[in-house]
């Protein structure tokens, strides 16, 4: 794949085991192997976030997301929308700021070279 102008491409020589290395290392994160050895150069670390939390914001997110089409729906059809379908909105936001407060407090990087 051609790089953009704007990109600069070297050429970096490994010896076998290195790119073995390289290979598995990236792999255990999902990763391309170009897109970690540039995250590893440019910033020393690959940084991996545990999300599996995040289903809960998720479903928060879906529930605000169907109210609110739903609203915009009513909006459209009546041109007016009632001042509970707002409030209940603007509670499930205030929900939601909570679960993600609560769910990004405790967490923590893991280092991964």
């Known amino acids: 794949m051609p790089y953009r102008k704007d990109r600069i491409k070297k050429i970096v020589g490994f010896s076998p085991t290195e790119w073995e290395t390289v290979c598995r290392r990236s792999a255990e994160l999902g990763l391309r192997t170009g897109t ?41 059809s009546t041109g007016s929308v009632y001042q509970k379908d707002m409030e209940d909105v603007l509670a499930e936001m205030k929900q939601l700021r909570i679960i993600v407060e609560d769910w990004l407090e405790p967490l923590e990087s893991e280092e991964l070279l």
């Open 36 to 76: 970690y050895i540039r995250t590893i150069a440019v910033q020393g670390v690959v940084k991996v976030f545990p999300l599996k939390e995040l289903n809960d914001v998720h479903r928060a997110l879906n529930r605000i997301g169907v109210n609110l089409n739903q609203i915009a729906t009513v909006m459209n």
